[in-house]
T-cell receptor, first 114, second 111 residues
Framework: EAGVVQSPRYKIIEKKQPVAFWCNPI?????LYWYRQNLGQGPELLIR????????DSQLPKDRFSAERLKGVDSTLKIQPAELGDSAVYLC????????????FGPGTRLTVT | QKEVEQDPGPLSVPEGAIVSLNCTYS??????FMWYRQYSRKGPELLMY????GNKEDGRFTAQVDKSSKYISLFIRDSQPSDSATYLC???????????FGAGTRLFVKA
């Protein structure tokens, strides 16, 4: 069974440019998470989806970040415009149910903003 | 103060050593305690989890939870170079939907 798929793996952009990340969770997993991991830090939740509904987006900087999970399967996270401080690894994870302690992570997208 | 504190290391040990990794936490409502392993350029993967307090063993790995001290540990016996990775502790409340991660400890096992 395929794991969580993310693309692109790496992205380098100039500040003020837009960028988008894509995630395809494990088949049948209802809950999808987007995390940001800064260098030397653990993952920090940006947004959590239950099917197609965003149920926890309190940590998402809504002035520049947006996300969607149409049809409750794959998801896109967008930043517009990007800032230097957005350089980080963006991880997507999924779990079968919102209460699951185990999350399955994708390999992440490493974003560098110059 | 962060809800979960973890020494970032790095921790360097010789092959075959016993490794002890630790986290402290402040939220007494945490009941699920997980350890994730993250190799370089990869996403974290669940290594072990413990519910409430006590010990759990899986091969060379042992997880311990001391809720009275708000302290959790992961022990690795007979460490191997393939154990070189970042180890993240993570916690969540029963009925809660948010997992809080520690900063991760970088471990290097030298052959």
């Amino acid at each position: 069974e395929a794991g969580v798929v993310q693309s692109p793996r790496y992205k380098i952009i100039e500040k003020k440019q837009p960028v988008a990340f894509w995630c395809n969770p494990i088949s049948g997993h209802n809950t999808l998470y987007w995390y940001r991991q800064n260098l030397g830090q653990g993952p920090e939740l940006l947004i959590r989806y239950e099917n197609e509904e965003a149920v926890d987006d309190s940590q998402l900087p809504k002035d520049r970040f947006s996300a969607e999970r149409l049809k409750g399967v794959d998801s896109t996270l967008k930043i517009q415009p990007a800032e230097l401080g957005d350089s980080a690894v963006y991880l997507c994870a999924s779990s079968f149910d919102r209460g699951d302690y185990e999350q399955y992570f994708g390999p992440g997208t490493r974003l560098t903003v110059t | 103060q962060k809800e979960v504190e973890q020494d970032p290391g790095p921790l360097s040990v010789p092959e075959g050593a016993i490794v002890s990794l630790n986290c402290t936490y402040s939220n007494s409502a945490f009941q699920y305690f997980m350890w994730y392993r993250q190799y370089s350029r990869k996403g974290p993967e669940l290594l072990m989890y413990t519910y409430s307090s006590g010990n759990k063993e899986d091969g060379r790995f042992t997880a311990q939870v001391d809720k009275s001290s708000k302290y959790i540990s992961l022990f690795i016996r007979d460490s191997q170079p393939s154990d070189s990775a970042t180890y993240l502790c993570a916690m969540k409340r029963t009925g809660g939907f948010k997992t809080i991660f520690g900063a991760g400890t970088r471990l290097f096992v030298k052959a």
